[in-house]
């Protein structure tokens, strides 16, 4: 009996005992995982260094094409003014060519008529003082046919130049003889040979000259 009581005693003690509570496992935090982890340190700087890198070398080759996209523009401005520059020079000197084609379009007509003018002045100087003789009678005929000449190219603006005992000018002048003159500087006009003839201030045909020596 006595046993019983004892095993039954035991048996409330056993009972009575608390029970323990396990503490559930203590959450590591980020930080202390990384510290736990010396591997995972190494490797997200790397990725990220990664990243800046690729940034990098996109943004460069973006500044190049930029840049390269700036300076082609900057040449096909530059390509355009030039062309349309030049565009302006042509219409200019077609205008100016147009114009003189207008202005000087009787040109050709004139400088053929120029060697008949010179015949009628030959023709001419043959008649002497007596003006009642066969030749003043046939060369009066001439005289007139050579005024109504001269008058109708002086309406056309054309003019004899005046070149005579004036410096010699190759721009208007051609010397075809040089000889001493007494009384004459050099390089002076001391007869005209053919006349030289502008037609509205361009010379169209030069004077021929002796020049003093």
């Known amino acids: 009996m006595e046993e019983k009581k004892e095993l039954k005693k035991e048996e ?7 029970e323990v509570k396990q503490q559930p496992p203590k959450e590591t935090s980020k930080n202390e995982e990384i510290k736990e982890s010396p591997t995972a340190t190494k490797q997200e700087p790397k990725k990220e260094e990664k990243k800046e890198d690729k940034k990098g070398f996109f943004k460069k080759k973006e500044d190049e094409e930029k840049k390269k996209l700036q300076e082609e523009v900057l040449a096909l401005k530059d390509k355009y003014l030039r062309v349309n520059a030049e565009m302006q020079n ?3 000197r077609m205008e100016e060519e147009k114009t003189n084609l207008l202005k000087y379009e009787g040109e050709d007509l004139i400088k053929k008529l120029l060697p008949i003018v010179d015949n009628f002045e030959r023709a001419i100087k ?10 003043s009678k046939f060369l009066s005929g001439f005289k007139m046919i050579y005024g109504n000449l001269s ?3 002086q309406s056309y603006e054309v003019e004899v130049m005046d070149v005579l005992h004036k410096p010699f000018d190759p721009t208007t002048m051609e010397a075809v003889m040089i000889e001493e003159a007494e009384g004459f500087e050099p390089n002076i006009v001391i007869d005209v040979l053919q006349k030289g003839y502008t037609y509205k201030g361009k010379v ?3 004077a021929m000259v002796k020049v003093s020596k």
């Open 90 to 92: 042509m219409r200019r």
């Open 204 to 206: 169209i045909r030069h």
């Open 12 to 18: 409330i003690k056993e009972e009575k005992q608390p």
């Open 151 to 153: 008058t109708t190219l």
């Open 126 to 135: 043959m008649d002497d003082t007596n003006l009642e003789d066969e030749v």
